[in-house]
């Protein structure tokens, strides 16, 4: 819909038109307002989401809140506020007047300041090792519910903290620039007085005398530390190969790397068929390059998302021309020849590894925190060690939705646990119960995935899969445990809402 074919809101909506729960898109000033009903009131807010700018008119509205169809996140109708991630800022609002039978949108209300909060509760000062997802939300949720003393957010990394899912999408793709990456720019940390403290790895914790240690020699006191180290990718030893030709994705520097590399290569292997390798494949055949993907399973993804999911996945890929070797690995690499285990050779002029990743927990299990496969943290985020939190890839927490300890790697629940352990730092004793989420995008296919299943009896598909247009949810004993949608936007927000009230009633 162009702007004039949308309502100029300031002339008047009749209420009759606008049921509960219902949304009307219009303009005011040649601006997306969004104009919301809830109950017996109305609110005014922006149509777009100030992630990736979503259309909040295709959202769902959940009492006074509405989300973001793409990847949930959720605003206050009555603040603007973002509520959740991976939206960090809020849209902006509009008086409202009622008069009679209709009801005009005014002018715009001006944003408010930081929340005034009593500080004497707050620890100190707040240490925040790692610069990704969960450490950036964390810093700004500080900030946000108005604490005040010392933030210093250590990175390990070279760059300031990234929009990391586009590194294998758009950015490698070549259809975003460098500039969209940071998520925050530079003046944001120093008006903010957070100290960001890049290139700089900490190697030691003591948890008794509250400090930090990094590996150029500094230490630190903590009052508060979080813990948002992330994960590492997993390194595979490729036989004969040149350490020159061989890539691995997680930080911008990688990126670029593999995009450099690009230029002047005419084909790569991947190796691995999840996520990031398949997200690798279809950002390198954007650019022109033939691309084999190489991965031990038959079906891509089938552990994670089913076979007719994974099956559908691979003839994407194959439609645009990517060349699989599944049930196979890499046997050796000769110069610019991969010879894979079943004797077929492959050219290749550089090789890309998305074979998984492992939490960066060597520094907790060093304090002696207690670890099973990730930081174990209660459902407040709390590590075992009193005054450190963790969140994000790191986190291994109580899910109350499957009822067990779990750990994933999602871009916004690391956001959304960091948002929570910021709060629970400033003493709001809040249980971390979001449902899981997160997305991935294949081509012009985004695939979105709500809670959390590892196994299921029964996969049920609503729509066609290879038309695009299907819900398929991963159910055990009956109960929905994930829901993974194609072009169906609201039924996963649906879904999400549904999942989050069985935890609501346990
Ligand atoms: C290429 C790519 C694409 C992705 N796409 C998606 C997607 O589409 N959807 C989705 O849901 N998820 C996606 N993910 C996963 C998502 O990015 C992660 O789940 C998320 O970044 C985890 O956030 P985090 O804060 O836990 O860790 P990270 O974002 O990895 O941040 C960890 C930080 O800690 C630093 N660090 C580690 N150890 C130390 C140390 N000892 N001292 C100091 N600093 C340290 C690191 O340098 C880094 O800055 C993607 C990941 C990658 C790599
Ligand atoms: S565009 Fe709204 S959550 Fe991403």
């Known amino acids: 819909m162009n702007n004039a074919e949308k309502p100029d809101l300031r002339n008047g909506v009749s209420l009759a038109t606008v049921p509960d729960g219902g949304k009307i898109l219009g303009v005011v000033d040649g601006e997306d307002v969004l104009l919301v009903r809830h109950g017996t009131e109305f609110f005014a807010v922006g149509g777009n989401c100030t992630h990736y700018h979503g259309p909040l008119a295709d959202g769902l509205v959940v009492d006074d809140e509405v989300r973001c169809p793409w990847h949930h996140a959720c605003f206050s109708l009555r603040t603007g506020e973002a509520l959740r991630a991976p939206a960090l800022d ?19 209300v001006m944003p408010a300041g930081p929340k005034r909060v009593s500080t004497t509760a707050h620890p100190s000062s707040i240490i925040i090792i790692g610069g990704g997802a969960a450490g950036l939300a964390a810093a700004d949720m500080l900030r946000r519910d108005g604490y005040s003393g010392p933030v210093t957010m250590i990175s390990a990394d070279g760059a300031p903290p990234c929009d990391r899912p586009n590194l294998s999408k758009d950015f490698l793709a070549g259809t975003a620039a ?36 990094t590996e150029d020699g500094k230490t630190y006191a903590y009052g508060a530390l979080l813990l948002a180290t992330g994960s590492d990718p997993v390194k595979l030893p490729l036989e004969g190969a040149n350490p020159s030709q061989v890539f691995y994705l997680r930080s911008l520097a990688d990126s670029k790397a593999i995009v450099a590399k690009a230029k002047s290569a005419k084909q790569a292997v991947v190796v691995g068929a999840s996520f990031i390798g398949l997200e690798v494949a279809a950002s390198l055949r954007a650019k022109g390059i033939a691309v084999h993907v190489v991965a031990p399973e038959q079906v891509p993804m089938e552990r994670i998302l089913g076979s007719r999911i994974g099956t559908f996945i691979r003839s994407l890929h194959e439609s645009h021309g990517v060349v699989f070797h599944l049930g196979e690995t890499v046997k050796r690499v000769d110069g610019g020849k991969v010879t894979l285990s079943g004797g077929a050779t492959i050219e290749a002029d550089f090789i890309v590894l998305g074979v998984g990743v492992r939490p960066s927990i060597d520094l907790a299990a060093q304090a002696g925190l207690r670890i099973d496969r990730g930081i174990v943290v209660n459902e407040y985020l709390e590590t075992s ?19 067990s300890q779990i750990r994933v790697e999602h871009w916004v629940v690391a956001e959304r646990q960091g948002q929570t352990a910021a709060k629970n730092m400033l003493g709001a004793h809040e249980r971390f119960e979001a449902v899981p989420f997160f997305w991935s995008q294949h081509y012009d296919v985004p695939i979105n995935y709500v809670g959390h299943a590892e196994e299921w009896d029964t996969i049920d598909i609503e729509g066609d899969v290879e038309k695009r247009n299907c819900s398929v949810s991963y159910k055990r004993d009956g109960r929905t445990l994930a829901q993974v949608t194609i072009f169906r936007d609201l039924e996963s927000l649906k879904a999400e809402s549904e999942m989050e009230k069985v935890i609501s009633t346990p």
């Open 90 to 108: 809020p849209i902006p609002r509009w008086h409202i007047e009622q008069i009679g039978e209709s009801v005009f949108v005014k002018e715009k």
């Open 178 to 213: 460098e500039e969209w990456l940071p998520l925050r720019p530079p003046e944001w940390y120093s008006e903010r007085k957070i100290d960001l403290v890049l290139n700089s790895r900490v190697t030691s914790l003591d948890t008794t005398r509250n400090t930090i240690s």
């Open 385 to 403: 060690a009193p005054g450190v939190l963790a969140a994000g890839d790191v986190a291994r927490w109580p899910d109350p939705h499957t009822r």
